[in-house]
């Protein structure tokens, strides 16, 4: 890898500065190489979603699930989305990628529904890219339509970086996506240092605080201070809490003693494949808990 390449190259002096070289050369190489695996991964399929419970706290029911993107690889297995999605962003094929979630995860959520699961939203995660570089609102729309999932069924989310760093187009995009009733929630919130006026501009519904700040919550005062303000803040502001990473029962009482409205984590279920998923539906939840 190129860091650690630049290590060597670095600790051994000037002499190593054609290893250096070659070593780049390896990574752009391999970078053709995965980028061209991952085209192909889309054309024949081998991309799945995995669904990830999302619970009330206040009854404790499951109303979402978060869609997770991996790569089925046949030889590697599955892939888990932070070593494929940078690649896919920059190589562009994060817009056919993110159509294909789009449509995969609606037509999924439609289904559920269809079949009788209380199953009220199905979150997306959308790259800045597909925002900024293509027609989402377009996109959005062919997937309601394809599935024929109403759009207040489906929520966007959008992490806390990608929005600070874009600008006033970007804000008419999610604008344009919320007035056809699709939601919007802001992800791993507290690692972006967003101000509270710049929240306010947003047209968002849903703050999910980082699962960095769940972690120690229960131990850590400033966590929980952290946790307590962005609880506060968000529900000034009309909008929903969700926590994401929650592992523990302790966590899990914590947050929902602070008033935090929707809980996310291993705690209540680790993302599944589709058909798995359906079956935490079933009253014998609590059993199937133990196993994971
Ligand atoms: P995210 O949207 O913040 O998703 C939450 C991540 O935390 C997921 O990792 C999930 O499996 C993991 N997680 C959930 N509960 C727990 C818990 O209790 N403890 C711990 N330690 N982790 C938990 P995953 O599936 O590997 O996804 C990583 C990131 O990849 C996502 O972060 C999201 O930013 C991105 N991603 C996933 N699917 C898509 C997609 O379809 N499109 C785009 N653009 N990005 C995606
Ligand atoms: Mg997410
Ligand atoms: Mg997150
Ligand atoms: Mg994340």
């Known amino acids: 890898n190129a860091d650690a390449a630049m290590y060597r190259a670095k600790g051994h002096g000037r002499d190593n500065f054609q290893f250096y070289t070659q070593e780049l050369t390896n990574t752009a190489f391999e ?4 980028e061209t695996s991952l085209r192909r991964a889309l054309d024949e399929e081998d991309l799945v979603l995995h669904y990830q419970p999302q619970i009330s706290l206040i009854d404790g029911r499951i109303i979402g699930a978060e869609a997770l993107i991996r790569w089925n690889h046949p030889d590697m297995g599955l892939i888990p989305p932070n070593r494929f999605i940078p690649l896919a962003e920059e190589s562009g094929l994060i817009l056919p990628i993110g159509n294909w979630v789009l449509e995969a995860a609606c037509e999924q959520a439609r289904y559920w529904q ?3 699961l209380p199953l ?3 979150a997306v995660n959308i790259s800045g890219v597909q925002v900024l570089r293509s027609n989402i609102l377009e996109a959005v729309k062919r997937a309601l ?11 966007l989310e959008i992490t806390e970086s990608t ?4 600008g006033g187009q970007t804000i008419a995009s999610l604008e344009s996506l919320r007035t056809i009733g699709v939601e919007l929630a802001i992800d791993d919130f507290g690692t972006g ?3 509270l006026s710049y929240l306010k501009r947003l047209p968002i519904d849903r703050l999910k605080i980082d699962r960095a700040f769940i972690h120690e919550a229960a131990v850590d005062n400033n966590d929980a201070a952290i946790i ?3 609880i506060a803040m968000g529900h000034s502001l009309q909008l929903k809490i969700v926590a994401e990473g929650v592992e523990t029962e302790q966590q899990s009482r914590f947050l929902q003693e602070l008033g935090c409205d929707v809980a996310q984590g291993y705690y209540y279920g680790r993302p599944v494949p589709a058909d798995e998923f359906a079956r935490l539906f079933s009253p014998s939840t609590d059993d199937r808990r133990e196993e994971s």
């Open 163 to 166: 929005l600070m760093h874009e």
């Open 114 to 116: 269809d079949i009788g």
């Open 228 to 230: 307590r303000a962005i």
């Open 120 to 122: 009220e939203k199905i």
């Open 31 to 34: 970078r053709i190489l995965l």
């Open 145 to 155: 339509n394809y599935s024929r999932l109403d759009a207040q069924s489906l929520e």
């Open 193 to 195: 240092y967003s101000s």
